[in-house]
Antibody
């Protein structure tokens, strides 16, 4: 059973950098066919995919965050990370790390972390 | 970008059948996945590749997809099924790889 656990500060000051880490257990982050994903949910709103990283380091990001977002993966420690710079109140959300699984060219999320609320304060 | 539209809410009495739809342009040509999210919890996958159920998801949950509409059906609805349900596709045609629907709140009367 794969488990994911987010960690990081719950409050980030406006204009600063949001940094979250996701620890993966029960499976190797280096396995082929999986996308290590970050999804966020603004308070009372729907789900928004913001990006993913493959174990090779290849990344894809949502265009609206390009220039501010970066993801990295540490295969030796079996975790991956999210950095979002110059945050504003619009970045206040619950951030989920998750595993995307792909066997037919159209992946879905099969495992989710519990989510962590990040509040941007002024 | 690709848009997935869902009704804001669906209400159903216990024991009845709930039908939730997800509309998108030629969505029948894509695989649709569904997630259930209860308040304060992370989403849970309840259907993938249109109609495959993950282990642990009751047979009461079923899915279909054709034309411009994908459907998640819950038979013999129980109080515990009350949640938000999101559809999702993978859109490799744009920069938005995972696209989620707007979500439907299932209300069990």
């Amino acid at each position: 059973q794969v488990q994911l656990q987010e960690s990081g500060p719950g409050v980030v000051k406006s204009s600063q950098t949001l940094s979250l880490s996701c620890s993966v257990s029960g499976g190797s982050i280096s396995s082929d066919g999986y996308y290590w994903t970050w999804i966020r949910q603004h308070p009372g709103k729907g789900l928004e995919w913001i990006g993913h990283i493959y174990h090779t380091g290849n990344t894809r990001y949502i265009p609206s965050l390009r220039g501010r977002i970066a993801m990295s993966v540490d295969t030796s420690e079996n975790h991956f990370s999210l950095r979002l710079t110059s945050v504003t109140a619009a970045d206040t959300a619950v951030y989920y790390c998750a595993r995307g699984t792909d066997f037919r060219g159209q992946p879905y999320i099969d495992y989710w972390g519990q989510g962590t609320l990040v509040t941007v304060s002024s | 970008s690709y848009v997935l539209s869902q009704a804001p809410s669906v209400s159903v009495a216990p024991g009845q059948t709930a039908t939730m739809t997800c509309d998108g342009d030629n969505i029948g040509r894509k695989f649709v996945h569904w997630y259930q999210q209860k308040p304060g919890q992370a989403p849970v996958l309840v259907m993938y590749y249109d109609s495959d159920r993950p282990s642990g998801i009751p047979e009461r949950f079923s899915g279909s997809n054709s034309g411009t509409t994908a459907t998640l059906t819950i038979s013999r609805v129980e109080a515990g099924d009350e949640a938000d349900y999101y559809c999702q596709i993978w859109d490799s045609g744009t920069d938005y790889f995972y696209v989620f629907g707007t979500g439907t709140r299932l209300i069990v009367l």
